[in-house]
């Protein structure tokens, strides 16, 4: 067996955040219909647009490998998101329940912004100065989110769960 290098680790790891992206499209929706407050069910819906670009975005980094576009089951966003449906189940009508939400997408946004920090400092490590900047435009998008989910709890999200307390 051949040894693996960094490009292995890189495109092994590039799998999987693309397999992630695509089973957040999939979970935002929901999160949005669950959303109570207004300003969470914009943010959703603001990051479902956002998430299909971050898609095309890996899809050319894809082609800068010259490698077809396929994820790798990821177990870490699949956990995270079950926790979310968990939260959504769980907390249906409850006053509580967006201040859940942006726990469940902030541990989603946390996960992505690891994944798309490393690899942003793998390409440039490997010289893939395109994909390095495609990564660190979804990098900085990612960040964004997470900091407007921030001020969604702050303003809203946890002062609503904590008067109902």
């Not at 695509?22 to 959703?44: C, G, H, T, V, Y």
């Amino acid at each position: 067996m051949a040894e693996k290098k960094l490009d292995d680790l890189f495109l092994d790891t590039l799998k999987d955040i693309y397999y992630a992206e695509r089973k957040i499209l999939k979970a935002l929706p929901k999160m949005a219909k669950a959303a109570q407050s207004p300003e969470l069910k914009a943010a959703f819906e603001k990051h479902e647009d956002e998430t299909e670009g971050q898609v095309e975005r890996l899809q050319k980094v894809f082609e800068i490998l010259g490698k077809k576009a396929r994820g790798k089951v990821c177990p870490a966003i699949d956990g995270i998101i079950e926790e979310g449906e968990e939260i959504m189940d769980e907390f249906k009508g409850s006053p509580a329940l967006d201040a859940g939400l942006v726990s469940a997408a902030q541990a989603v946004e946390h996960y992505e912004i690891t994944r798309y920090g490393t690899l942003k400092r793998w390409a440039q490590e490997l010289g893939m100065q395109d994909a390095a900047r495609l990564l660190a435009q979804t990098l900085a998008e990612e960040s964004k989110t997470d900091e407007a989910l921030t001020g969604i709890a702050d303003a809203v999200a946890n002062q609503k769960a904590k008067k109902a307390a």
